[in-house]
């Protein structure tokens, strides 16, 4: 049939199954948006901002597994979704961005809201386009798709020009392409791994978010009981793994667990599932696991030997990878270890003041309150750590948190995107005043839909996460990091269409909760905290982990 380029990029969206795009019209994209208009079998969400959009479209992804589409116009448009196009890069997020240009003719020559995106976007994108030509665009944005949730996902921006949106050309429906797993790709290392894991006494299991992108739940927790190894996670591979399993003992690096820190330390071999040994894991590299032979599996060969070296590694699919491996290696036994891990779990439990309220005891309260069956969602900092550390995980794709970047301002897209693409859900954001004010306005698409999410903001009137750094290692000069100013979080959440409260209690906060979770449309708690709460345990910069130390530590 003969459709111009507007109709065919949402005949491809609906190839693609795409239910729900996140955008912002303009100029350049108005005929898309138009041709959008007769077609309500996809849902549109219009953000307050086209950076809202990005991380709901990303929140929408991480949590259904689905590849998240976010729309902008030109310049200023397209520019505003540089940010969660970059978090979405450094996480591994299956997102098509499709952006407009000015028309061909136009290119080049500084016209109005014209930018070189493509040129922008280019090192933070697994691959980009500019389409000139009409008939080279459903090939384009099938490809795109193909490309974002293939081998390590990753996402994709689709540039194209405005006259292409108008010119007619015969289009012709297509079945999606099916994207098979990464087989096993040196299947010749697979008798070294199965040698050192014979040899190991003292195994430990760190797992990362690839773990996740691969749906390997299962097949990492029938690996590890046969393994017989504890386990410790990074942010991003939050519910990989049961966080109420005997077996899990809390995450590893610069916030995690005593336990964590000393037993990767100390164990003989180091198995890592899909992780890429970020610095906030390793601290001092050098020092890193040096007790211990290092297998990694990872999709991506381009992790391998990149920021720790090791002695073996299996490229591949982790879900194909560790079943191959649970099909070959025995049932291992290794009592004194594990007996040794759990009595660190005893003597190193992570600990806070409960008699008041705190960061954590607002985290424990969710996880009370939702028994643990919330998909939340963070911005970055201080409360990002608390709510890694005290909400247990049950299943993956529950916790959202931009952990590469680290994206003050990414959570409450996020939120929506995830509660849109969850509406069964209980979904949470949590937040630091600092990140809060970065992208409240997001309140407003909330509100515009009626879209039930819990935004809670642990107030303390400074950027927490820095202050801490400067109490710390800066002498306590607190240069730029107080935000104790007029600004009523509750007026400005209810201006925006939200149910508010403030609590400065545990009782309040209490009722709060159960208010939230009672509630038909979005709502916000604040939550009012001490200015000078701390994340502990914690690794100083550039220490090898084993350095951990936490409040105890300090009075010694």
Same mark, same amino acid.
């Given at each position: 049939m003969q459709l111009n380029?507007?109709?065919i990029v949402i005949e491809c969206l609906k190839e693609q199954g795409v239910d729900t795009v996140f955008g912002y019209p303009g100029g350049a994209i108005l005929n898309i948006y138009d041709a959008l208009?007769?077609?309500?079998e996809i849902k549109h969400i219009l953000t307050s901002h086209e950076q809202g959009a990005s991380h709901a479209a990303d929140g929408y992804a991480r949590s259904t597994g689905k590849v998240g589409v976010c729309f902008a116009t030109s310049g200023p448009g397209a520019t505003n979704l540089v940010t969660g196009i970059a978090t979405a890069y450094m996480d591994s997020v299956p997102m098509v961005a499709i952006t407009c240009n000015v028309g061909v003719s136009l290119l080049g020559k500084d016209s109005f809201q014209e930018i070189d995106i493509v040129g922008v976007t280019m090192p933070i994108t697994k691959h980009n386009f500019i389409v000139k030509d009409v008939k080279e665009l459903a090939k384009t944005i099938r490809k795109a798709f193909k490309i974002a949730k293939t081998g390590r996902p990753g996402p994709v921006l689709i +540039?194209?020009?405005k006259d292409v949106t108008a010119a007619v050309t015969e289009y012709t429906k297509e079945e999606p392409e099916v994207i098979h797993r990464k087989p096993l790709q040196n299947p010749e290392d697979m008798e070294l791994v199965l040698s050192l894991i014979a040899e190991s006494k003292k195994p430990y299991v760190f797992v990362g978010g690839g773990a996740i992108i691969s749906e390997a739940e299962e097949e990492l927790k029938t690996f590890v009981k046969k393994l017989d190894a504890?386990?410790?996670d990074s942010l991003m591979g939050k519910g990989a793994f049961d966080g109420t399993d005997d077996y899990y003992t809390g995450m590893l690096g610069m916030h995690g667990t005593k336990t964590a820190n000393y037993g990767v330390t100390e164990c003989d071999l180091l198995v890592v599932v899909g992780a890429r040994f970020s +610095?906030?894991?390793t601290g001092n590299a050098a020092k890193f696991a040096y007790n211990a032979k290092?297998?990694?599996?990872?999709v991506d060969p381009v992790e391998v030997n990149k920021n720790v070296r090791v002695d073996a590694c299996l490229i591949g699919d982790a879900k194909i990878v560790l079943k191959e491996l649970c099909d070959k290696m025995s049932q291992h036994d290794n009592k004194e270890w594990i007996a040794q891990i759990k009595d660190m779990m005893e003597k190193y439990p992570l600990a806070y003041q409960r008699e008041t309220l705190t960061g954590p005891a607002v985290i424990e309260k969710l996880y009370e309150a939702t028994k643990g069956d919330a998909i939340i969602t963070t911005d970055v900092g201080q409360h990002q750590m608390w709510a890694a550390q005290?909400?247990?995980?049950?299943?993956?794709?529950?916790y959202l948190s931009s952990g590469g970047l680290g994206t003050m301002g990414y959570g409450l897209g996020a939120c929506i995107g995830a509660k849109v693409g969850n509406p069964d859900k209980t979904v949470i954001n949590i937040a630091g005043d600092g990140c809060f004010r970065m992208n409240l306005n997001e309140l407003a698409t909330a509100s515009r839909y009626n879209i039930p999410i819990i935004q809670v903001v642990l107030n303390n009137h400074v950027l927490g996460m820095v202050r801490q750094w400067q109490t710390l290692f800066y002498?306590?000069?607190y240069s730029q990091t107080v935000l104790n100013d007029g600004v009523d979080f509750v007026k400005v959440s209810e201006g925006l269409g939200c149910k508010a409260f403030r609590v400065s209690n545990l009782e309040e906060l209490e009722t709060a909760v159960e208010e939230a979770l009672r509630a038909k449309g979005p709502v916000v708690i604040e939550c009012i905290i001490d200015s000078d709460d701390k994340v502990f345990p914690m690794v100083p910069p550039a220490a090898a982990i084993e350095e951990v130390f936490d409040e105890t530590d300090m009075k010694k």
């Open positions: 380029g507007s109709e208009y007769k077609h309500e +540039d194209i020009t504890p386990v410790c +610095d906030r894991v290092i297998v990694q599996i990872d005290y909400y247990k995980y049950k299943n993956p794709r529950t002498g306590e000069r």
